[in-house]
């Protein structure tokens, strides 16, 4: 079964200094992997995806992820803040057994001050 | 419109009453999904509709939840003698299933159901 874990509910940053919110996949084969944004009182947003092209993802908005199959990992970053990423943003990764119905992490409220 | 829409914006009922949602998938879309969004539970799978197929139901919570899709587009989700703990958002998702590696899901803007 496919499951993901973020490792930070909540994450604080200055406006213009990097982000980094952290995110480890069990899958027991190659996953498909998505990160989703969630604004206040709006739908969710794609970000990126991964598609084993590359490991290395840009995504809108300047952010991206890498794919880390040593690490399990599928980090997103951007290098520079600003005030509208505050937002809540989900990992996630798709059932591949199981219609491809979502699995999602437990969420990472971003917060960025001025 | 473009996206997934979503009716109503947000649902105030009282207990034990039934509700209605609406989902209007991107056009074209075959597969609609509905998810619940809720502070103790998280995000988590509702139901799965695919074209023609008997839909996927083994994210109901309960019998009192159940989904339609009349003609392979407009969805509602009914939930029958509301509790409050049925108290959360109700998003809804479409993709074009197959034609996009992987496949994608698009979200509404759901719909937040409040149960007094």
């Known amino acids: 079964a496919q499951s993901v874990t973020q490792l930070d509910s909540h994450v604080s940053v200055s406006e213009g200094t990097p982000v980094l919110l952290r995110c480890n996949y069990s899958s027991s084969y190659s996953p498909s992997l998505f990160w989703y944004v969630q604004h206040p009182n709006k739908g969710l947003q794609l970000l990126l995806k991964y598609t084993s092209a590359a490991t290395l993802v840009k995504g809108i908005n300047g952010f991206e992820a890498e794919f880390k199959k040593s690490e399990t990992s599928f980090h997103l970053t951007k290098p520079s803040a600003h005030m509208s990423d505050a937002a809540e943003y989900f990992c996630?990764?798709?059932?591949?057994?199981?219609?491809?119905?979502?699995?999602f992490g437990t969420g990472t409220r971003l917060q960025v001050f001025p | 419109g473009a996206g997934v829409s979503q009716s109503p914006s947000n649902k105030v009922t009282e207990k034990g009453k039934d509700v209605e949602l609406r989902c209007d998938p991107i056009?074209?879309?075959?597969?609609l999904y509905w998810y619940r969004q809720s502070l103790g539970q998280g995000l988590e799978f509702l139901i799965y509709?695919?074209?023609?197929?008997?839909?996927?139901k083994s994210g109901l919570p309960s019998d009192r939840f159940s989904a339609e899709r009349t003609g392979g587009s407009v969805s509602t989700l009914t939930i029958q003698r509301t509790q409050q703990e049925d108290s959360a958002v109700y998003l809804c998702a479409s993709s074009s299933y197959g034609q996009e590696i992987p496949n994608i899901q698009y979200f509404g803007a759901g719909t937040r159901l409040s149960v007094l």
């Open positions: 996630v990764v798709s059932d591949l057994d199981n219609t491809d119905k979502l699995i």
């Open positions: 056009s074209g879309h075959t597969a």
């Open positions: 509709f695919q074209g023609n197929s008997a839909p996927d």
